[in-house]
Nanobody
Framework: QVQLVESGGGLVQPGGSLRLSCAAS????????MGWYRQAPGKQRELVAF???????TYADSVKGRFTVSRDNAKNTVHLQMNSLKPEDTAVYYC????????WGQGTQVTVSS
């Protein structure tokens, strides 16, 4: 059974930082593209960042220079370090694993507000 479990969300003030983690099980983690998506109220789910099995990284323009994605294949985890957070970063953040199949985590809420 495949599981992606996100953690690390919460409430943070503008300009603050959060680190999201996603622990994967039930897949050969090192072979999967791991991504982070987010969905704000009333909006479509959008890509935040992804990292391939080879370590190639892509970011959405809106988070470049502020967010950093990384993976630890030994621990089957992917992280999203989020700095200089803005109110518009408020959303539910989802972990995604993609290879021949695609899997999603349950999401973790990030709220940026003063």
């Amino acid at each position: 059974q495949v599981q992606l479990v996100e953690s690390g969300g919460g409430l943070v003030q503008p300009g603050g930082s959060l680190r999201l983690s996603c622990a994967a099980s039930g897949i050969i983690f090192s072979t999967y593209v791991m991504g982070w998506y987010r969905q704000a109220p009333g909006k479509q789910r959008e890509l935040v960042a992804f990292i391939t099995s080879a370590g190639t990284i892509t970011y959405a323009d809106s988070v470049k220079g502020r967010f950093t994605v990384s993976r630890d294949n030994a621990k089957n985890t992917v992280h999203l370090q989020m700095n200089s957070l803005k109110p518009e970063d408020t959303a539910v953040y989802y972990c995604n694993a993609h290879n021949y199949f695609t899997y999603w985590g349950q999401g973790t809420q990030v709220t940026v507000s003063s």
